[in-house]
């Protein structure tokens, strides 16, 4: 898996979310659950993953879309 979005902000995970899963391109969300360390305050980026051989037809679906990848 390789990584291909980190966000703070949600609604950009819901949307990539979105966007992938309508192109048929499974994702696997990481650091979901990290607010319970950073107290709900949102410093702790979340992060999309993808496979290995989806990640050039998901970074072009991110850069279309003019998706900041937060790297």
């Known amino acids: 898996m390789i990584e291909l979005l980190r966000t703070n902000d949600p609604t950009i995970i819901a949307f990539a979310n979105a966007l992938l899963d309508g192109e048929g391109i499974e994702v696997f969300e990481l650091d979901v659950n990290m607010s319970i360390l950073d107290g709900s ?31």
């Open 41 to 71: 305050i949102g410093i702790l980026p979340r992060r999309l993953m993808v496979r290995d051989g989806d990640y050039d037809q998901a970074l072009r679906v991110m850069t279309d879309n003019d998706i900041d990848l937060g790297y």
